[in-house]
Every structure is written in structure tokens, then in C-alpha cells.
């Protein structure tokens, strides 16, 4: 049984920053991808940035040159420092695990940018 725990959430001031953590346990394939992805109240869950185990990243537009996603294989985890932080950032952050064609999710943790 996989299983992602996130941490990390809370409130920030705009400009400010905070970073994300995401552990993963159980069973899980040397090869896969992790990433990040964000739900605001009323809107659709969106992709923030994924890394694949390989190193590769994808970014959202919208976080490009703020946020950066990193992860060590080794213990299973993945990181998202965001910077600059504006208003919009503010939604519920999902950790996600994909291996081959199959998807877990995290429970999610709250960010909120507010003065």
C-alpha cells in the first residue's frame, strides 16, 4: 500500500515563502514521477510542477521562476519551495505519485497568502 503524507502548509504574507514536503511509503517503483498539484474553492485541481526520478521538471506558467520542485529517491520525498508568493497561490496542495499508468494522492495541505 502506497501512502504520501505532505507537510509543510500554513499561512504566509505575500512575497513570502514556504516549502513543501511530501513523503512517500510502501511499495514503490524506482522509476516514476511526483508532483505537485493545487485546488482552490470553485476551481479544478491543477498541476503546479512534477519531477520524474530522472530529474526531468514541468512547471506551470503560473509558478515558472517562483516555485521549485526537487526530490531524493532515496528516501521517497519530494519538495516544493515557493517563493514570491501572491494571493492566487492560495489553494490546497496535493502531493502526487505516479508509477506506470497508476495514480495515488496525498491528503493535501492548506496554503494560504494572505496580509
Known amino acids: 500500500q502506497v501512502q504520501l503524507v505532505e507537510s509543510g502548509g500554513g499561512l504566509v504574507q505575500p512575497g513570502g515563502s514556504l516549502r513543501l514536503s511530501c513523503a512517500a511509503s510502501?511499495?514503490?517503483?524506482?522509476?516514476?514521477?511526483m508532483g505537485w498539484y493545487r485546488q482552490s474553492p470553485g476551481k479544478e485541481r491543477e498541476l503546479v510542477a512534477t519531477i520524474t526520478s530522472g530529474g526531468m521538471q514541468v512547471y506551470a506558467d503560473s509558478v515558472k521562476g517562483r516555485f521549485t520542485i526537487s526530490r531524493e529517491n532515496a528516501k521517497n520525498m519530494v519538495y516544493l519551495q515557493m517563493s514570491s508568493l501572491k494571493p492566487e497561490d492560495t489553494a490546497v496542495y496535493y502531493c502526487?505519485?505516479?508509477?506506470?499508468?497508476?495514480?495515488?494522492w496525498g491528503q493535501g495541505t492548506q496554503v494560504t497568502v494572505s496580509s
Open positions: 502526487k505519485l505516479r508509477v506506470v499508468i497508476r495514480d495515488y
Open positions: 510502501g511499495s514503490i517503483f524506482r522509476i516514476n514521477t
